[in-house]
C-alpha cells in the first residue's frame, strides 16, 4: 500500500495552493496568497519550505500565483508553468523566478519528480492557459493516482480521462447557481462565472462527483468555493446527495486553512533525509522566459 498526504493549504477567491507529499517526493500545487502565509501553512503540516521538490503552477492567475516571485527570491523551487501562463512574467523579469522556471508548451505536458509522474491536461478557463494535475505514485509494485482540476467552466473529456480512475481528488465547486444570479455582481460578470471558460458550479461538480465515484474515486475535496456566490453547506449537499451509498469521503476545503484529504495532518511519510536550507537542495535544471 502506497502511503501519501495530500491535502489543500487553503482553497477560495482569496489564494490557492494544494500540497502533495509521497515517500519519494513534496510537491506544491499553485502559490497562492503571500509567501509568508504560504511557508507559514506548509509548516503547520511540518513542511520546511525547502524540502518541496517542485511547484507546479495551475494559471498565471493572482489567486494562484501571488507568492511566487517573493518566494523564489530565498527558495530556488522549480516552478513548472505553461509558456503562455509564464508571459505576465516577461516584461519585468523578476531574475530569481526566471532561473526557477520550468516551462512547458503543451498543455498535456508531463514530468517526474521523486516517485511521481504529474500529467498536465487543459482546463477550459479565462485565462493565458490553464491545466488541471494528475499525479501518478509508484511505490514498487503498488501504484495509484490523484488528481485536482479547478477553475474549469465545464467538464470536458479530457478532464474525464484525466481524472477517471483517481483514487482521491480535490475538484473545484466554485458556485450555487441561484446565489450567483440573485447576487451583487455585474451581470457580465455572472455570464463570465457561468459560462464554459468560467468556474464549475454545485451541481456541475456534483454529476462529475458521481462519475469519478464510477471510476474508483474513493476521496473528494471540494474547492474554490465562492465566498460571495457559495456556503460550504450548499456545496457539501449538492454533492453528498449525488454520491449517495458510493462509500465516497466527501470533505470541503477551508479558504483559510488546511484540509487534509487523504492522511495525517501530523504524521510527515517522506522518507528522503534533507537539511533544511538552499545550499543543500539538489542541482535543478531549468529554463528561463
Do not use: W
Not at 460578470?189 to 468560467?198: A, D, F, M, V
Not at 474508483?216 to 460571495?228: D, M
Not at 483559510?256 to 535544471?285: F, N, Q, Y
Amino acid at each position: 500500500m502506497t502511503s501519501y498526504r495530500f491535502c489543500t493549504l487553503y482553497s477560495g477567491s482569496g489564494g490557492n495552493a494544494a500540497y502533495l507529499e509521497t515517500p519519494g517526493a513534496r510537491i506544491l500545487i499553485d502559490a497562492g496568497k503571500c509567501a509568508r502565509t504560504l511557508v507559514a501553512s506548509l509548516s503547520s503540516v511540518g513542511v520546511p519550505i525547502d524540502t518541496v521538490d517542485a511547484i507546479f503552477v495551475t494559471h498565471e492567475h493572482s489567486d494562484h500565483i501571488a507568492a511566487l516571485e517573493v518566494l523564489t527570491r530565498k527558495h530556488p523551487i522549480p516552478v513548472h508553468m505553461l509558456y503562455a501562463s509564464a508571459r505576465r512574467f516577461a516584461r519585468t523579469q523578476p531574475q530569481a523566478l526566471s532561473a526557477c522556471l520550468k516551462l512547458h508548451k503543451d498543455p498535456d505536458f508531463t514530468a517526474t519528480v521523486g516517485d511521481v509522474q504529474v500529467t498536465a491536461f487543459p482546463t477550459p478557463h479565462d485565462s493565458q492557459a490553464s491545466v488541471g494535475y494528475r499525479f501518478d505514485i509508484t511505490a514498487g509494485d503498488s501504484r495509484l493516482s490523484v488528481g485536482l482540476a479547478t477553475d474549469m467552466g465545464t467538464v470536458t473529456e479530457s478532464v474525464r480521462t484525466h481524472l477517471r480512475g483517481c483514487e482521491a481528488v480535490v475538484l473545484e465547486s466554485n458556485h450555487d447557481v441561484d446565489m450567483l444570479m440573485e447576487g451583487s455582481y455585474p451581470y457580465d460578470l455572472k455570464l463570465r462565472i457561468r459560462s464554459r471558460h468560467g468556474h464549475l458550479s454545485n451541481r456541475d461538480c456534483a454529476d462529475f462527483a458521481a462519475e469519478l465515484a464510477d471510476t474508483g474515486t474513493r476521496h473528494i475535496l471540494l474547492a474554490h468555493l465562492s465566498e460571495q456566490n457559495n456556503a460550504p453547506e450548499l456545496a457539501y449537499d449538492e454533492t453528498a446527495s449525488a454520491l449517495a451509498g458510493t462509500g465516497v469521503s466527501l470533505r470541503v476545503a477551508s479558504p483559510t486553512e488546511v484540509t487534509m484529504l487523504v492522511g495525517e495532518r501530523d504524521a510527515p511519510i517522506h522518507k528522503i533525509s534533507r537539511e533544511a536550507g538552499a545550499d543543500s537542495l539538489p542541482d535543478r535544471e531549468v529554463q528561463t522566459v
